[in-house]
């Protein structure tokens, strides 16, 4: 068997068999393959697609091509994904409400790359969290207080690295199966019985359209449950910002407020969605019965309790619950002004997600200093009413920053904005 015959199978549109998937991936994985042949292989694959069955082999044999999580000694260990947006900062709390139902929610998080901000980021805003663990350390806090999230270490789904490098520099990011086995590898990799998926949709989503945000979640659960997993997926927007906070430490201030019963009602409505999802999975009820439980755990105080002992666990020097003021703050607040009176009718989530890359709240590459503290406080949203001079929203940084840069992610109209769907799906 060689390389060049699986490059021109799939360029005439066949279908690569079981075996000729395990030689591929073993080959990117020991670095036997040079990059021009593997970026023929994967031009083809973009433009011939691949079926239901060489996508769930693609899939495993890259879940397994390096280290897996082994969690079978923990009890209804369930995962959630967000395929990245503004604001997104869900795993903070959907993890303690699933944990303070019974779930154990033992989560790999990468750092933020780009406009959207990485959990690990988020964490580690707060003074002495520490996201890395040995295996012993990882499993143990996630049997002790049913929720861990760590950096992810070793070498999870490593063909996948190498692969998605490479379409990166070729073009060949935008391909649903590569896209579907890339995702999913990882997460099968990662161990847990049962995984949510939140697949965003809008202007700051990695899917602009919903019709391709439906198609993506629609592949990824079927390739989830084609590999022995329970799974569902959820539709969110994210053409407007999620909650009113974006950077690290703001997005966690935010998260507390939700978990203390508080915060904007777009974040708890996702949250509780979100929470209900993974609770319904892991303990096969109805939604209606899932929702119940999770609404009890959230205003019952259980999940803040659960959150407190989460960060303290993973050695926070304070509990932030308890002295929000350990959290870091920005040497600057900078006001962002109306220029005009009317309703705001759109707020352009890609827009704030790069001011909040130009502050530093982001990284471009995975080198980049992050700075904890800056990012931006969103005042008024779609559907507000504004006069010129009123505050829209408030930067924090501690770098020059132009409100210019903001205000172009508003859009004003003189008559209200249609109500805006933050749910679209909520099941597959």
């Not at 280290?67 to 994904?81: A, E, I, P, Q």
Request: aromatic letters at 4%; a negative charge.
């Amino acid at each position: 068997m060689e390389l060049r015959e699986l490059i021109l199978k799939k360029r005439d549109g066949g279908e690569l068999t079981r075996d000729e998937i395990t030689y591929l991936v073993k080959g990117v994985t020991d670095g036997s393959f040079p990059d021009y042949q593997l970026s023929a292989f994967l031009m083809a694959t973009v433009f011939r697609g691949m079926t239901e069955a060489e996508t769930a082999a693609l899939t495993m044999e890259m879940a397994h091509s390096g280290d897996t999580v082994d969690l079978s000694g923990l009890s209804h260990t369930v995962d959630k994904h967000s395929t990245g947006g503004v604001g997104d900062k869900t795993s903070l709390i959907v993890g303690p409400i699933a944990a303070a139902c019974g779930c154990t929610v033992a989560k790999m998080s990468g750092r933020g790359l780009g406009h959207t901000g990485g959990t690990v980021d988020k964490l580690e805003s707060v003074p002495g969290v520490k996201t890395e663990f040995t295996k012993e350390q990882f499993l143990k806090q996630a049997k002790e207080v049913g929720l861990i999230i760590a950096g992810q270490s070793g070498e999870l789904a490593p063909a996948d690295k190498k692969l998605y490098a490479l379409r990166d520099v070729t073009g060949t990011v935008e391909s649903l199966p590569l896209i579907v086995s890339s995702i999913m590898s990882k997460k099968l990799a990662s161990g847990a019985e049962s995984i949510l998926l939140d697949v965003k949709t809008g202007s700051g989503a990695f899917m602009h359209t919903l019709e391709d945000s439906e198609a993506l979640a629609r592949e990824m659960v079927k390739i989830g449950r084609a590999c022995g997993r329970r799974i569902d997926a959820v539709i969110s927007d994210m053409s407007v910002p999620l909650g009113n906070n974006i950077g690290n430490a703001l997005e966690v201030r935010e998260a507390m407020d939700v978990l203390r019963g508080e915060g904007p009602d777009d974040l708890k409505e996702l949250c509780l969605t979100l929470a209900a999802g993974m609770v319904r999975l892991s303990f096969d009820m109805t939604k209606e019965q899932a929702m119940e439980k999770t609404k009890r755990a959230l205003e019952g105080g259980h999940a803040a309790e659960c959150f407190s002992r989460f960060l303290v666990a993973q050695g926070a020097v304070a509990d932030p619950m308890e002295k929000p003021d350990c959290l870091p703050n920005a040497k600057y607040q900078i006001e962002v002004k109306a220029q005009e009176d009317g309703y705001i009718q759109a707020l352009d989530a890609l827009t704030c997600g790069n001011v909040c890359l130009r502050l530093g709240a982001g990284r471009m590459t995975k080198t980049d200093h992050i700075d904890p503290a800056a990012g931006i406080v969103l005042c008024r949203k779609i559907g507000d009413f504004v006069r010129c001079g009123d505050t829209l929203a408030v930067i924090h940084t501690s770098r020059e920053a132009d409100p210019a840069w903001l205000l172009s992610a508003y859009t004003f109209s003189d008559s209200p904005a249609a109500k805006r769907k933050l749910i679209y799906k909520s099941s597959f």
